[in-house]
Antibody, heavy 120, light 110 residues
């Protein structure tokens, strides 16, 4: 059974940093691109960024709203994807979901989400 | 940048009725990369439809997707109580911002 479990969320002050983790199981993690999607309270879904599999260079892409502040990385030996968030702003407050990108098959598996609250 | 618009914003229907949700793109989208997701309160989104018209694993056949180019539709043939939720369309493109979600359509009980 495919499972994605996020961790690392919490309350953080504006300007500070936070790192989220997404621990995967039930599939060959290294074969897939992984993505982060967030949802501000009461709002819709917003794509944050993704990291390709090593077979496709392991490169990353980001939404304009987080580019230069957020970094996605992966440790295929541990089946973990990370989202390093720096210079956090109040508008980054959201539930952050880790999701597997399966190309034509879409975002086919999602974690339960972890809440990040940026507030002084 | 491709913008997805969903209509209506809210759809009020009764169980057993047919629901038709629209997703319109600001420019042509590859059908291969148009998906629909369902989200219930307090839950993560769930993939319903990929490739514009293919049902994901375990999705009942009352859900169907269609469309091409800039106009896509999600149809729920007969609403079950568990289908009342928010539905998002999503596209993937080969240039930034790569992934775009529509604003969502809420299907609620009339």
């Amino acid at each position: 059974e495919v499972q994605l479990v996020e961790s690392g969320g919490g309350l953080v002050q504006p300007g500070r940093s936070l790192r989220l983790s997404c621990t995967a199981s039930g599939f060959t993690f290294g074969d897939y691109a992984m993505s982060w999607v967030r949802q501000a309270p009461g709002k819709g879904l917003e794509w944050v960024g993704f990291i390709r599999s090593k077979a496709y260079g392991g490169t990353t892409e980001y939404a304009a709203s987080v580019k230069g502040r957020f970094t996605i990385s992966r440790d295929d030996s541990k089946s973990i994807a990370y989202l390093q968030m720096n210079s956090l702003k109040t508008e980054d407050t959201a539930v952050y979901y880790c999701t597997r990108w399966s190309g034509w098959y879409g975002f086919d598996y999602w974690g339960q989400g972890t809440l990040v609250t940026v507030s002084s | 940048e491709i913008v997805l618009t969903q209509s209506p914003g809210t759809l009020s229907l009764s169980p057993g009725e047919r629901a038709t949700l629209s997703c319109r793109a600001s420019q042509s989208v590859s059908s291969s990369y148009l998906a629909w997701y369902q989200q219930k309160p307090g839950q993560a989104p769930r993939l319903l439809i990929y490739g514009a018209s293919s049902r994901a694993t375990g999705i009942p056949d009352r859900f169907s997707g269609s469309g091409s180019g800039t106009d896509f539709t999600l149809t729920i043939s007969r609403l079950e109580p568990e289908d009342f939720a928010v539905y998002y369309c999503q596209q993937y493109g080969s240039s930034p911002p790569f992934f775009t979600f529509g604003p969502g359509t809420k299907v609620d009980i009339k």
